[in-house]
């Protein structure tokens, strides 16, 4: 069991930056799989990207070069860097957590825990 808390959103203008982080609580945290995950209005989820507990990563390629996702264990938090932000970008923001150390998939639906989100907006 992981309990999630996302915090870093906000407004930001096209070409700027934003770093979300999601604090985790409860196993631990380093044994677990993370990834990060948006939401459009009215869309499905979708994942942007993952880190497992090896420090493997995999990004989307609607932010790869742009967005950039790590993890530090020893604060139990989880970062996503993001910079040269697009108003496409604008979503919902997700942190979540799958209980193997090892995991590739981006697909929502096999993640076990998930944060509250935190809200991107980017203006053009």
């Known amino acids: 069991w992981v309990q999630l808390v996302e915090y870093g959103g906000g407004s930001v203008q096209a070409g700027g930056s934003l770093r979300l982080s999601c604090a985790a609580s409860g196993s631990t945290f380093s044994t677990y799989s993370m990834a990060w995950f948006r939401q459009f209005q009215g869309k499905e989820r979708e994942g942007v990207a993952l880190i497992d507990s090896y420090g493997s990563t995999r990004h989307a390629d609607s932010v790869k070069g742009r967005f950039t996702v790590s993890r530090d264990n020893a604060k139990n938090i989880l970062y996503l860097q993001m910079n040269n932000l697009k108003p496409e970008d604008t979503a919902m923001y997700y942190c979540?957590?799958?209980?193997?150390?090892?995991?590739?998939?981006?697909?929502?639906?096999?993640?076990?825990?998930w944060g509250q989100g935190t809200r991107v907006t980017v203006s053009s």
């Open positions: 979540a957590a799958k209980s193997r150390r090892w995991f590739g998939s981006l697909s929502p639906n096999e993640y076990d825990y």
